[in-house]
């Protein structure tokens, strides 16, 4: 399968720990994008990285998000301190041009309790 | 601030027959326009789009028009099959970003009834 992938496709943690998932792009796409989807909302943007340098972070990542993309390849979505409200599915997207579709992952569904 | 608008949460059309989704747009400088479709536990998946210098794009059942005067797009899905029951969502690029980052509606579920 080339297609983004990612891991864990599901997580249940509780309020206070960390997360961490995994997206690993198209090999040939150097943009990589995160997002972040709610019940009954389209995603929202969270950060974009071209190649390993993250370019543009949305206001919505606060500083218990982190997010890296070592070597340009694969890239993790950290989250410290878990809330309830960081309860949603997290998708990883890339992209080979600049204005063209994004090829989106499954998602990592995220259950904080 | 909601820069791209799907206003009808859903939409529930007979099979054979024509679905019509609109989206609305606020800024002005958005110049690339795509639909998704998503399925429930699947990620988007990019079905059509449209650059700002055509008004209509067209691919097997599924045709995408564009109004930059009224800031508006539609997706007519013609003719409709149950397999098209999904959320659909419109995404727009451009603008101040130079990123490609796309922003997305709220999305409408269609559903397609044999």
């Known amino acids: 399968d080339t297609g983004v992938s990612q891991d864990p496709r599901h997580k249940i943690t509780k309020r206070g720990q960390n997360v961490t998932f995994r997206c690993d792009p198209i090999?040939?796409?150097?943009?990589l994008y995160w997002y972040r989807q709610t019940l009954g909302q389209g995603p929202e943007f969270l950060t974009y990285?071209?190649?390993?340098?993250?370019?543009?972070k949305s206001r919505l990542l606060s500083d218990r998000f982190s997010a890296e993309r070592p070597k340009g390849s694969f890239s993790t979505l950290e989250i410290q301190r878990t809330e309830q409200g960081d309860s949603a599915m997290y998708l990883c997207?890339?992209?080979?041009?600049?204005?063209?579709?994004?090829?989106f992952g499954e998602g990592s569904r995220l259950t904080v309790l | 601030d909601q820069q791209v608008k799907q206003n009808s949460p859903s939409l529930s059309v007979q099979e054979g027959r024509i679905s019509i989704l609109n989206c609305d747009y606020t800024?002005?400088?958005?110049?690339?326009f795509l639909w998704y479709k998503k399925y429930p536990a699947e990620g988007p998946t990019f079905l059509i789009s449209?650059?700002?210098?055509?008004d209509k794009n067209e691919d097997g059942r599924f045709t995408v028009f564009l109004n930059k005067s009224a800031k508006h797009l539609s997706l007519h899905i013609v003719p409709s099959q149950p397999g098209d029951s999904a959320v659909y969502f419109c995404?727009?690029?451009?603008?101040?970003?130079?990123?490609?980052?796309?922003?997305f509606g709220q999305g409408t579920t269609l559903q397609v009834k044999p």
């Open positions: 995404a727009a690029s451009g603008g101040s970003s130079n990123t490609g980052k796309l922003i």
């Open positions: 997207a890339s992209s080979l041009l600049i204005f063209g579709e994004l090829f």
């Open positions: 449209i650059s700002s210098i055509k």
């Open positions: 090999s040939e796409h150097n943009r």
């Open positions: 800024n002005s400088m958005f110049d690339y």
């Open positions: 990285f071209q190649n390993e340098a993250q370019l543009e």
